[in-house]
């Protein structure tokens, strides 16, 4: 990617990934006693949540096998026009990001059951790769945006063997077939999270996470 043309403005009130919903309220309290009214706005995503999965495996080496984590290589039209807004300390522009292997939960994946088979169908679709063993749970879920957005991410990961991967089939939009695949050893991962080259949440909880689960030294 080296760039991006808009062609129009679309109205946001057309039905999409996210809803806005703009209410005006007031806190009741215990004692009975109620708070001035106030105006808050709150994203909703069409199907509220997502799950994050972070595939990965250890080298050959027998003495000091490294963790290897697996992540996406993508394009963000949203990131690649923050530059234009101005932001508070300069930046680059963001024509790639480096992010976990993610996706919206469906209708009907509900429980940590329907969260794991999301799990399982995302990390397939993004990698072509299947888990040695299963999924496994990486703790409860966490907001990304808790005072913007009611999304909450679930956690999982996966150990893969990287030389059975098929090619992945995507989801069919243009920016899932212009992105791609990388690995990286797991405290490399967090440093480049903690220095800023790698700007995703949901990478450096589920890593942090899994080193901890596999208590491995970072």
């Not at 129009?8 to 215990?30: D, I, S, V």
């Not at 991410?153 to 212009?178: I, Q, Y």
């Not at 490399?188 to 689960?213: F, N």
Request: glycine share 10%; hydrophobic share 35%; with cysteine.
């Amino acid at each position: 990617m080296r760039g991006l043309r808009l062609v129009r403005r679309l109205p946001a009130n057309r039905p999409g990934f996210l809803r806005l919903e703009r209410w005006k309220a007031r806190n009741l309290y215990a004692d009975g006693t109620v708070s001035p009214s106030y105006t808050f706005d709150v994203l909703h995503r069409r199907t509220l949540d997502a799950v994050a999965v972070i595939p990965y495996y250890f080298t050959a080496d027998r003495r000091a096998p490294r963790l290897m984590v697996i992540y996406k290589l993508g394009f963000r039209p949203g990131l690649y026009l923050r530059t234009r807004l101005r932001p508070p300390v300069k930046e680059r522009r963001h024509t790639r990001v480096c992010e976990a292997v993610a996706g919206s939960l469906e209708k009907g994946d509900r429980g940590d059951r329907g969260i794991d088979a999301r799990a399982l169908a995302e990390l397939f679709e993004e990698t072509g790769l299947r888990p040695c063993r299963g999924v496994e749970r990486l703790g409860a879920g966490f907001f990304p945006s808790h005072g913007q957005s009611t999304e909450k991410v679930h956690l999982r990961a996966a150990r893969v063997d990287p030389a059975s991967a098929l090619p992945p089939p995507g989801d069919g939009s243009v920016n899932e077939a212009d992105s791609g695949t990388a690995v990286m050893e797991a405290g490399r991962i967090l440093r480049a999270c903690r220095a800023g080259s790698i700007l995703d949440p949901k990478l450096e909880i589920g890593v942090t996470r899994l080193c901890r689960r596999l208590r491995y030294p970072v």
